[in-house]
């Protein structure tokens, strides 16, 4: 074996230039296509590692292979790649083992450092050991071992590595680093450091061109006090924008909230949580299929399938959008807003929760449910703090009221409706109703109308004013002001105060007459049974035999009187104090002027049905001038119990004026 020991790297260059271990292919000669040897030998001349500077030089060759051996500031190149290093050995001109202070370079912005460095120029793959630094741009990838193919340009790391940049800072047990794409893939152990979070994954992606960190397996991300758990998705640092999917959950405090996909606009502060939207904080769930908080503005809005619950309420809707800044809510869709025990329903609500006020628009239906009470109409101002509700618009423009009385309903409207809050002696809460103008009532066994009414749950009273009338079967009732006492959820006792006046006719031909400056009539089981008449007693009533026939008819006048019904028939009456009674046959009666003043028997303003509650208003058959109309002094005082009969022993008179 021959041997040449140090010779100078000039020499070295010459025989190169000489072609010594290269050839010149014959087509540069003008010869035809070269043989399959020569392609082969062109081959290995682009895979050679050539050699431009060594301070010096041994060369070896050993039978079939040559060994070169450069000590010094070596420097190799091979196409576009350069190495340097203190030392090298070169085999066959194609593989390098290179030790101390090894920097490889490829194109203007790659360059790999290490202590060690082994070079297959056949296979373009350098393997580096030590203190390895891989530097693209302002990219610094560290590591103890890198695995480098400069064809493909994709460094491989098994040992555990670190990428900076800027003031971020990437670590994972393994990774591949795609130069060209700028592209990084860390699995195993991933931590990511950054000044506005830190990240523990799985396996992670990283653009280093666009800073787009890439989730691409379990990954818990921790910024300031909250925490995101994710199984893909992105996060984009330049611009600080992520999107996080596949279950996803976000946990901060109290605040809980997981979706199909989270989105955070950390230039504009927006979080999106979309499909499947839920967000916990307390004692306060919101769900939706998309739910966006604007930080900034302090703004939330719930959209699609929207449903809110704290303490107080419960919300659900098709959108519900939250100012929290302002203390301002409302919803858009259909609308239900538990607030027990009053439900309230619309197509949109806008509430200020600060002043405590709320608009709802649309079909709406407002329930109080301790009270059994149900309010329909267009609209409904309301106060929260002062529990109060005012409804207008509705079928034909009129609010609807329903309740249940002895297990049927009671409909009444009119042009507007009040539903507050009242507070009783004893501190409890109760509810207090109010219509205005053209009330109208009905219930298949008592309909009733006026110009205005209240109705208080305390007392059970409905009481109305200004041209009452109340008809219970064949009876109407009617006076200055006219109380409906309900016990039970049933009709108990009507109460006409002034100008009370009583008319009764089973065939509308002949008309029995009450007439007092007050009347109590007593219900049971929706049946009138008797009636007390207190103050200028009259009474015109037509006497019937056992088959129905009218036998004659009786006009009394007396101070006090007691009617007894059965059947809603008179069975009999008592007179008190004074009665003066006259009695005539049917033939010899002038039934017309039988009829009392004031006497007037309404038929076209009787509510029917439901539908006659919303018909528009008539003034027809309104009373005669005898009762002219008046304006009440306001809320009329509970009658404080049934007026004493006088206990006086009934004279011969009194006697003779009992009908049995």
């Not at 373009?124 to 390895?132: F, Q, S």
């Not at 100012?323 to 027990?340: F, K, L, M, Q």
Request: charged share 25%.
């Amino acid at each position: 074996m021959k041997q040449i020991r140090y010779i100078p790297v000039r020499f070295i260059a010459l025989l190169l230039a000489l072609g010594f271990f290269t050839s010149v292919s014959a087509q540069q000669r003008g010869q035809r296509a070269p043989a399959s040897g020569a392609v082969v030998q062109d081959t290995v001349k682009h895979q050679e590692v050539k050699v431009d500077h060594a301070d010096v030089f041994e060369y070896i060759q050993r039978r079939d292979s040559v060994i070169q051996k450069l000590n010094g500031n070596v420097e190799l190149r091979q196409d576009s790649v350069f190495m340097y290093c203190d030392t090298a050995v070169i085999k066959n001109s194609t593989y390098v083992i290179a030790v101390g202070k090894v920097i490889i370079q490829q194109g203007d912005s790659l360059s790999v450092f290490s202590d060690t460095a082994t070079y297959d120029g056949v296979a373009r793959l350098a393997e580096l050991y030590g203190e390895v630094v891989l530097v693209n741009g302002k990219q610094q990838l560290f590591t103890d071992r890198l695995t480098y193919n400069l064809d493909t340009k994709v460094a491989t790391y098994n040992n555990g590595a670190t990428l900076t940049l800027d003031e971020t800072q990437l670590t994972s047990k393994r990774g591949y680093y795609y130069v060209d794409e700028r592209q990084v893939y860390f699995k195993d152990s991933v931590t990511v450091v950054d000044p506005q979070f830190s990240l523990r994954s799985d396996t992670l992606g990283f653009n280093t061109e666009t800073k787009v960190v890439s989730f691409l397996g379990p990954t818990l991300i921790s910024a300031d006090s909250a925490r995101i758990y994710t199984e893909s998705g992105f996060y984009d640092t330049e611009n600080n924008q992520a999107v996080f999917t596949k279950n996803a959950q976000y946990l901060k405090g109290e605040q809980q909230a997981t979706a199909d996909t989270i989105r955070y606009d950390g230039q504009r502060k927006i979080y999106s949580l979309e499909g499947n939207a839920r967000f916990e904080e307390g004692k306060r769930l919101a769900t939706a299929d998309v739910i966006t908080y604007d930080e900034t503005n302090d703004k939330s809005f719930l959209v699609g399938n929207a449903h809110y619950i704290d303490e107080k309420q419960n919300i659900v809707a098709e959108e519900i959008n939250y100012d929290a800044r302002n203390e301002v809510y409302s919803t858009r869709g259909r609308s239900v807003i538990s607030d027990p025990p009053q439900i309230l329903e619309a197509n949109q609500v806008d509430y200020n929760e600060e002043k405590g006020l709320g608009i709802a628009i649309g079909n709406v239906i407002w329930r109080d449910t301790s009270a059994e009470l149900t309010i329909l109409c267009e609209q409904a101002d309301y106060d929260r703090k002062r529990d109060y509700l005012k409804a207008s618009g509705g079928r034909n423009g009129r609010p609807l009221l329903i309740t249940i009385l002895e297990g049927d309903s009671l409909f009444m409207a009119s042009d507007t409706l009040y539903a507050l809050r009242e507070d009783t002696v004893a501190g409890d809460s109760a509810r207090q109703l109010r219509a205005f103008h053209d009330v109208r009532i009905y219930k298949s066994d008592l309909q009733a109308i006026s110009d205005s009414l209240t109705y208080s749950t305390t007392d059970s009273i409905f009481r109305l004013f200004q041209n009452p009338i109340v008809w219970s079967d064949t009876s109407q009732f009617f006076a200055d002001t006219v109380n409906i006492l309900l016990a039970d959820k049933k009709v108990d006792r009507i109460f006409l105060r002034n100008n009370g006046f009583i008319i009764n006719s089973p065939d509308e031909l002949f008309f029995n007459q009450i007439k007092g400056k007050n009347i109590t009539a007593f219900f049971e089981e929706s049946e009138l049974r008797r009636m007390e008449v207190a103050g200028n007693a009259e009474s015109v009533y037509y006497a019937r035999d056992d088959k129905g026939g009218y036998v004659g008819v009786n006009k009394t006048v007396c101070s006090e009187m007691m009617l007894y019904f059965g059947d809603n028939q008179v069975e009999r009456i008592k007179f008190f104090t004074e009665p003066k009674a006259e009695m005539q046959p049917m033939r010899q009666a002038d039934h017309k002027a039988l009829q009392m003043p004031g006497f007037f028997w309404e038929k076209k303003r009787r509510p029917m049905n439901l539908e006659s509650l919303f018909t528009p208003r008539t003034e027809a058959s309104l009373p005669p001038s005898a009762a002219p109309p008046y304006e009440p002094e306001g809320k009329a005082d509970m009658p404080e119990g049934i007026e004493k009969t006088p206990g006086s022993a009934p004279t011969p008179a009194e006697n003779q004026g009992d009908r049995q």
